[in-house]
């Protein structure tokens, strides 16, 4: 049977009630870190449940209850003799927190009892030392009969029996040892054979001198003193015994407990990693200093642009004219769009502030009620009470990479729907974009020069975290600080780049260097939402926040930092290395949750969203997927097999609308969206000559494209209000 090896370390999470780290890893015996707090549990693959469960119980016991303490020093006890009473004592607190946890340690003790795992077979259990007698005693004494003295074992049986701390257990070691050591020393004394009589022999004084004083040897007085002594006195005339007693049992359990767990040396261990705490300072482009550097470059390259033609004769010509003609178009056009949200939102507040009302009587006649005192008690005026509306706020994520190119300008238009909703309802905003071409090394106008690549690391590197590159960053693009005319602005900066990536509306200009279409670091964009998401709510003293991520596709599996160890170098070598998706954890210590890593690059950026869900549980994560048509079924097919029931449906929406919603995703709502759809106008527009079939098809035209957008909008609508 396969164990969940997770789904244990859950059981010590929960059993230790404290943010315990478990990791289960390629070793042979447990041990616990009690600075870390890290339970390093070996992958007992061949126990069964109830055996794993009472071996994680045992331990869990230690991490709970074992103190970290150099006793060495004031007690001279071999461990092993300390083990076999702290074994009973946590094993004994264990039960008594966890009442239900006594079934699982009697389970798990009776199933090793019969697979003979203390190795008893054959054995004489009556002339065992008395630590082996008490190490069975409390672990399997339910089914195998112990025999003790009663005068003088007993006495340490019940000392083992009452201890409660660690002092207590260090006490009760010493006097079985003690015990112990005594009763071995007594049998190596009793195993000396007796020296013949000597008749007459010139030694015999020296012989009757010798068995004169055996006692010597026992383990009392002086002989106890230097029984430790390594190097005892030439001269000392009494037998040092320098080897220890052991508890068998002790290590047979020890060695067959090895055989449960499959170690395999050609098989690596679990890896578990954690997220980094990035340095927003260096992440975050300002949204000031991505539009100074646009605008820069619009007027150097109008200023170069004109004197050329100044130079040729011809007349100055205006490169954005077209674009920003077609700028204002869509912002007319999107105008009922916007309005339609606005409606929708503050129509659903206002009726889930209704939901919430109360109502209350006020202790004063209704006198529009008087005449129905005959039959109606209730007389007296009420008060209705609405609740307060919750305080939004909105962080858009857009996806800046490449393969964006054709799809850019549809996805702005869309997102430049929801910023004028969002500004017309008051509700804070940012706008970031995913990139790593804003660090990397470019050619600065104003300067003359070449600016290298930055090389500032967004956090302190170390092993066990995931890897983010110095070369990416989050440009501030839009944000509901900047005023209306500087937001338009803006957005008309954002609009001319996505036209001219889109090749639409007669681009005759380039794009800024620094703001060149880069890779998909989509999961960097998801690490660094852990420190803006806090810092855009407590900015904006907002209750709820919603985060709406648009993009094309998926993105690659993040590396991770090991270290190295260089010959040539005094330090270990932060490195970085591929994630092993077999092997491979994601793990936050704060929320104690652990995540595997899946193999599709979807299923890694799932579990940084469900991380992100778990971290900030009042934050909705809603995704907007632009889809070219031949991509659709490739994509739903991620979350939907032909088996599942809402695959039909979901089919059936893109049919009908050219959109459709996800909702088995890391997204709370993923929504799939036409990219040609999108791209459609929705103005209803036609010739002063158009036939009545011509109208026909233009007034059908801007329908299909209006349910569309209201249907995605009001589904939309539906999770941020």
Partial sequence: MTVSHEIKSQLAKLLATEDLVVEHKNVQTACFNVHTRVLTLPMWDKASN?????????????????????????????????????DARIEKL????????????????????????????????????????????????????????????????????????????????????????????DEKLNDIPTPPQNSGNSNSEESE???????????????????????????????????EPEVSTANNLEENLLDLVDTNPFERENVYLEIPKLNLETVIAPNSEIHSTIDNYFNAFQERLNEKRLEGGREIFNPFKDVDSNFAKFKRSAQKEVNYLVKEFECRKSADSYARASVSRTGVLDCTKLHTYKYNEDLFKKVTTLADGKNHGLIFVLDWSGSMAQTLLDTCKQLFNLIWFCKKVSIPFDVYAFTNEWNRTYYDDEQQKYIPASTTPHYVKKEGLLSV????????????????????????????????????????????????????????????????????????????????IL?????????????????????????????????????????????????????????LLRNLKDKFPSVNFIGIRVLASRDVNSFIRLYHNSDDKELQSIQTDWKKLKSFKITKSGYDAYFGMSATSLAQECEFDV?????????????????????LNKKVLGEFISLVS
């Avoid at 016991?61 to 083990?83: C, R, S």
């Avoid at 209306?484 to 005759?508: D, F, P, T």
């Avoid at 010739?687 to 494209?705: G, N």
């Fill in 209 to 243: 001198e010798t068995n004169e004083n055996p006692g010597k040897s026992e383990g009392s007085g002086d002989s106890e003193e230097k029984s430790d002594s390594k190097n005892p006195s030439s001269d000392s005339p009494e037998v040092v015994f320098q080897d």
């Fill in 469 to 548: 590159g110095s070369e990416f960053s989050m440009l501030n693009m839009l944000s509901s600080k900047s005023s209306l005319k500087e937001l338009e602005h803006q957005m008309l900066n954002i609009w001319r780049i996505a036209c001219y990536y889109g090749n639409v509306y007669s681009c005759y200009y380039s794009s800024p260097e620094r703001l060149s279409l880069s890779g998909t670091p989509l999961n960097e964009s998801l690490v660094a939402l852990h420190e803006i998401l806090p810092k855009f709510q407590q900015e904006n003293k907002l209750q709820k926040v919603q985060c709406v």
């Fill in 551 to 607: 993009t094309d596709g998926e993105a690659n599996h993040l590396t991770h930092h090991v270290e190295i160890e260089r010959k040539w170098e005094d330090q270990p070598y932060i490195g970085t290395r591929r994630i092993n998706p077999n092997i491979t954890f994601i793990r936050d210590r704060k929320l104690g949750t652990t995540y595997k890593v899946g193999y599709g690059w979807h299923e890694f950026t799932d579990i």
């Fill in 687 to 707: 010739k002063e000559d158009a036939t009545k079939s011509q109208i026909k098809t233009a007034f059908a035209k801007s329908l299909k494209v209006k349910k």
């Fill in 94 to 185: 264990m039960k008594r927190k966890y009442l239900g946890l006594a079934k699982t340690f009697y389970g798990g003790y009776k199933e090793l009892s019969e697979k003979d795992f203390f190795e008893l077979e054959g054995e004489d259990i009556s002339k065992m030392n008395l630590a082996d007698r008490a190490n069975l005693y409390f672990k399997i004494g339910n089914y195998v009969d112990i025999p003790f003295d009663d005068y003088l074992e007993m006495p340490i049986i019940r000392m083992i029996e009452g201890c409660e701390t660690f002092a207590d257990t260090l006490i009760a070691a010493e006097a079985l040892y003690k015990f112990c050591k005594k009763n071995k020393e």
């Fill in 50 to 86: 109830v055996v794993y469960d009472m071996l994680v119980g045992h331990e869990v016991g230690h991490a709970l209850y074992t103190p970290d303490e150099n006793w060495l020093k004031e007690y001279k006890i071999p461990p092993q003799f300390v083990n076999v009473v702290e």
